[in-house]
């Protein structure tokens, strides 16, 4: 999986996707439009849209989606793979993210694992704007999510 980086002033954010359009997808979910992305390879992709409008934001997320709703769709399209890089946010730079994912895989209890990634995301943020606390919890919605698409079969709203 790829790596890419929220611009963000404050701190870095880093996280992991399968593929830009789900990259751009959930740096929109998360930001809101008000982030910069790039790869690790320093690719731009559109996801700063500070107008607020919606036809801004439609027109600016071309070639990748049509639109906003195109967006989300995709997303839940491909629930796996976008809770995996919801789940991967935190607040590490490019450069230290490997020493980062090599810690964490080295704590084999769940529940020690989860604690310790929480503890060093609050040392290592500075921004009052948590967005990796944001991105996790938006991980939760599209668990959800995807235990009703097992649950009926279908893709519920």
Not at 45 to 60: I, N, Q, R, V
Not at 99 to 119: G, H
Request: hydrophobic share 30%.
């Amino acid at each position: 999986m790829t790596l890419y980086e929220v611009i963000n002033p404050s701190d870095d954010v880093t996280f992991r996707a399968a593929d830009p359009k789900i990259a751009i997808g959930v740096t929109m979910v998360v930001g809101e439009g008000q982030y910069p992305l790039e790869d690790e390879k320093s690719t731009n992709y559109p996801t700063m849209f500070l107008s607020g409008k919606k036809e801004d934001a439609d027109k600016g997320l071309q070639p990748y989606f049509t639109s906003v709703e195109n967006m989300l769709e995709y997303l839940d399209a491909h629930l796996q793979e976008t809770i995996d890089a919801l789940e991967s946010f935190s607040v590490v730079s490019i450069a230290g993210r490997v020493d980062f994912e090599k810690a964490l895989e080295a704590i084999d209890d769940p529940e020690k694992r989860k604690k310790w990634r929480e503890e060093f995301e609050d040392r290592h943020r500075s921004s009052v704007n948590n967005i990796c606390g944001y991105a996790h919890k938006m991980t939760n919605i599209y668990k959800k999510r995807q235990s009703k698409v097992g649950e009926t079969g279908e893709r519920q709203p």
